[in-house]
């Protein structure tokens, strides 16, 4: 054979006529895609020339504004990205969110998002079919930071991934993931956070106070809370980002933050123990796999230090916006990325690192240690953008699994409920606050739970249910969200030995709704009847079509304003029982044991109208009132009301004063949201105030929300922030506390806040779990039943019995010297516990968990619970309003009760349920 003829005889073949045009040709089209691809590529800007410096640089943070700048050029740019509206935020700014996909995808967006609605409901497909929608769907999967705005690594890598996926979108990776995924990209999930955050530090950068932490709060009201009101829906944001949701079911999400427990870089699922017991296996394995992929792709990349697991994260507690839709059948979860502190460097070496990780041993968990060094906000960045476009990859490559099995998951679920118990769960109309069940319900239906009534009396399991009872069919695919909700929690006791200490949940160990909401739900523990299945009609009514852009309150009974849950057409259609007023005068009467009689307070106040109190029947009144505006009153708060010709003597003229520590409190925060909603005036105070006196001439009451007792003392220490924000009420603060109350005034202390008081001014109360370590006494987050005083003012409306919401909370103990009352106290024997966890019954038997301290000529009211818990214990809201309206007047009208006088002995309580006789008698 001829060697050289046998290698020049495919140039030969290469160089002859049509081949020679065909390798023009192809040479051509090569260079064509290349020259189109080039010039794409060089089209999408980059967000240092539109921001004016690089993502992730030390020292520099985009502001939201910013953001949205350069999202809306990168969409004039790129047919890959759509920006999209999502309402407003609490702040009113504009909030926007971003889709990127291939251009095909986008033109076919309805489509897609229908597949998704289908799989996400799929009461009416079968196997084959919901296979055959995966095939042709897209994974839809939604990726956001900056939910906790001071957590800065999250929104700025939003930036960067987007451009970087936009700008390599024809890349053999990027274009693969994209012809099986529609990315939902939010530029914050807390747009007003973010401005704060970056506002504050760029404002310090190269001050002594760079590294200082924000006075305020970065929400309006609930700052780092903002990821723990999921079900409850009580934060306008949580509305948007759940309706959203709702709209798109997408096949993931995932939400970054930085906190990953130190030395690690960090922290991905799976999750620590224990985790909600509803949710449904098949979503717990998914994010179990992906939390493996992005590991996977992190080592890969060179990025060490990922850790899973652990002591920390564990998903217990189901209001988290990152962790309640595992329960929608969506797999989501969180991941925590290293912070030092917003953007400024760090350097690290062993000797800051805890002994257990200072001998850098790989563990099974944790592959590759860190070894210490600089950590930079462009680390975090990195860290970040690449578990993101791990998930996307994962997306991409099981596509038909993710979509099949949210399919599978809801499926799994329906066939559940058919099989065994809780079948349903019944709430009837009529309760002792029948608004109570509507705002429970409201919030159900807006998380996609199907809710039907009756449309006749029946009776079933003993139990005789009225005409328009609603009813919970548990046969549905967000069935385990509703048992989720509802029933009891009983957190594991899970310790390393049988005497070593339990692992603390990291949130609440116990939420269960109805006990915190005083709303009577009865489970069927048997099938529903052909009979109860006949008689069960859908709620429906008809939605807002627009969705936050407007001031439109189509039902105002509930009392989160504006659309609230209005765009949601179960929620909206769920209406309790119409009011009632009866009687005649120009007096109006309410009972405070349904919430919105404080709502026409709260508004008859603002319009100056005279507000008194009975203290025979612990009842307010308003008078100097048309009928008319009384009839509007009851109508849309469907209030139960009467009118009387009489008068009471004793006017409550309450000037309210809420004490704002410059250390942002969260509980401040969601106390001023809850008298926002119910429109009760009030005046926010801060450290100067206080300290400048003369607090008499200004308030009657003032409120100090659960803070620790040296944060409300001594504030930021000098040095940690601006001089104008340090210190506390220590001294002078405390002097002229102690001379408003000594003159008449009110001091109202909830939860930790009690401390302060009992310290600083000396109380004759003790608390009695002070000094116990964890292992003696521990509740975490749980519910406990007291015994209710309802005779005292501040009690007025309660159940002789009811469930108080506790977190690291007080049990209160009287000493020698003790005037005053006790509010509510806890069983002789046994535990109190109803929902949670709780070690060390013994030291709350018959202890008190609420007390009014009758101080001089003032009172103090301690709170050894959190009457308004993130919005949640709807139950015991009454009580911080009658707090607040606890004027000297109102003490002087009551007479104390001796069975209430102390916790020193063993007195039986007798039942102080206002009967329906005594409603009946004359109300004055």
Not at 255 to 266: A, G, K
Not at 483 to 505: A, F, H, M
Not at 612 to 617: E, F, G, I, R
Not at 734 to 747: K, Q
Request: net charge negative.
């Amino acid at each position: 054979m001829n060697v050289l003829s046998s290698r020049e005889s495919p140039i030969k073949n290469l160089l002859s006529p049509f081949n020679k045009f065909k390798y023009l040709t192809s040479l051509v089209l090569i260079l064509v895609c290349f020259f189109l691809q080039n010039t794409n590529a060089q089209n999408i800007p980059n967000p240092t020339n539109i921001i004016g410096f690089e993502i992730g640089s030390d020292f520099h943070l985009a502001t939201y504004e910013q953001s949205i700048t350069y999202f809306e050029k990168l969409a004039s740019a790129s047919d890959m990205v759509e920006m999209k509206s999502a309402g407003k935020t609490s702040e009113g700014r504009e909030w926007q969110y971003v889709m990127i996909s291939t251009p095909e995808n986008l033109e076919k967006i309805e489509h897609y998002k229908s597949i998704s609605q289908q799989l996400a409901h799929p009461e009416n497909l079968t196997r084959e079919m919901a296979k055959a929608l995966a095939k042709e769907g897209k994974a839809i999967v939604d990726i956001s930071g900056g939910l906790h705005a001071s957590e800065v690594a999250g929104a700025q890598h939003i930036i960067t991934l987007a451009y970087d996926l936009v700008y390599n979108a024809k890349s053999e990776k990027y274009s693969g993931i994209f012809e099986d995924v529609i990315l939902i990209l939010w530029p914050s999930l807390n747009p007003d956070g973010q401005d704060i955050i970056a506002n504050w530090y760029l404002g310090n950068v190269g001050t002594s106070y760079e590294v200082a932490s924000t006075p305020w709060l970065y929400q309006k009201y609930v700052g780092h809370d903002n990821n723990r009101d999921a079900y409850m829906l009580n934060q306008l944001e949580s509305r948007v980002v759940g309706s959203i949701w709702r709209e798109w079911e997408p096949s993931i999400i995932h939400v970054h933050h930085q906190s990953s427990p130190f030395p690690t870089r960090i922290w991905l699922p799976p999750f620590a123990e224990p985790v909600a017991p509803q949710t449904p296996p098949l979503m717990a394995r998914e994010v179990n796999m992906i939390g493996m992929a992005m590991a996977q792709e992190l080592e890969t990349e060179g990025l060490p230090g990922a850790v899973h697991m652990g002591k920390g994260f564990d998903a217990w507690y189901p209001g988290y916006i990152d962790y309640m839709p595992m329960m929608q059948n969506i797999p989501s979860f969180w991941t925590e990325t290293s912070l030092y502190k917003f953007a400024t460097p760090h350097f690290y070496t062993i000797k800051d690192f805890p002994k257990e990780r200072a001998d850098l041993r790989v563990e099974s968990l944790y592959s590759s240690p860190w070894k210490g060094g600089w950590w930079r906000l462009g680390d975090a960045v990195k860290y970040m953008e690449t578990a993101s476009i791990a998930v996307l990859d994962y997306a991409s490559k099981y596509k038909e699994t993710l979509l099949f099995n949210k399919y599978q998951a809801g499926i799994t679920t329906i066939n559940k409920y058919k099989q065994e118990p809780p079948y349903a769960y019944f709430i009837k109309q009529k309760q002792r606050d029948p608004v109570r069940p509507v705002e429970f319900l409201k919030r159900l239906a807006f998380n996609g739970i199907k809710i039907s009534q009756l449309d006749t009396d029946i009776s079933f399991e003993g139990n005789e249910y009225p005409k328009g009872t609603w009813v919970i069919p548990m046969a549905q695919e967000f069935g385990e969200l509703a048992r989720q909700l509802i029933d009891i929690q009983e957190y594991p006791d899970i310790r390393e030995s049988p005497d070593g200490p339990l692992e603390q949940p990291y949130d609440a160990a116990g939420w269960t709704l109805p006990y915190q909401m005083e709303v009577e739900v009865i489970a069927a523990m048997t099938p529903l009847s052909q009979l109860v299945y006949s008689n069960l009609k859908p709620v429906k009514g008809t939605a807002l079509a627009e969705n936050y852009n407007n001031d439109i309150d189509l039902s105002k009974v509930d009392f989160i304003g504006g659309a609230g849950f209005d765009t949601n057409e179960i929620a909206v259609g769920i209406i309790p029982l119409p009011g009632t007023l009866k009687g005649s005068g120009g007096t109006m009467v309410l009972n405070p044991k349904e919430n919105n009689s404080f709502r026409v307070i709260g508004d008859a106040m603002s319009k100056n109208l005279p507000v008194s109190y009975n203290s025979k029947q612990q009842t307010y009144a308003i008078s100097n009132t048309s009928r008319s505006q009384m009839q509007k009153w009851v109508k849309e708060y469907a209030l139960n009301a009467k009118v009387t010709s009489s008068k009471s003597k004793t006017k409550v003229t309450s000037r309210i004063a809420v004490y704002d520590p410059w250390k942002a409190s969260m509980d401040m925060g969601w106390t001023r949201w809850l008298l926002d909603n119910f429109k009760i005036p009030y005046t926010i105070i801060r450290n100067a105030d206080i300290n400048n006196g003369n607090l008499n001439k200004r308030f009657d009451v003032i409120l100090l929300a659960s803070e620790k007792p040296g944060t409300i003392e001594n504030g930021f220490q000098k040095g940690m922030a601006p001089p104008q924000y340090t210190g506390g009420l220590k001294g002078l603060g405390v002097r002229n506390i102690e001379s408003f109350i000594s003159s008449g005034g009110t001091l109202v202390c909830l939860n930790k806040s009690t401390d302060f008081a009992i310290k600083e001014l000396h109380l004759p109360v003790e608390n009695n779990v002070e000094k116990l370590k964890k292992n003696e006494f521990f509740t975490g987050g749980s519910i406990l039943e007291v015994t209710n005083n309802n005779l005292h003012p501040v009690m007025a409306g309660m159940p002789e019995k009811s469930g108080v919401f506790v977190f690291g909370s007080p049990v209160f103990k009287t000493l020698e010297g003790f005037e005053g009352e006790i509010l509510s106290k806890y069983q002789e024997k046994g535990s109190p516990l109803l929902s949670g966890y709780l070690v060390g019954e013994k030291y709350m038997n018959d202890k008190a968990a609420a007390v009014d301290v009758h101080y001089k000529n003032g009172h103090v009211v301690l709170f050894g619970f959190q009457p308004q818990w993130r919005g949640q214990s709807m139950g015991t809201y009454r009580a911080l309003f009658n707090a607040l309206l606890y004027t000297n007047d109102v003490a002087k009208s009551h007479k104390i009760i001796e069975e209430w006088s102390s916790t020193d002995e063993e007195k039986e309580v007798e039942e102080f349920e206002t009967s329906p006789e005594k409603e009946n008698q004359d109300l004055n």
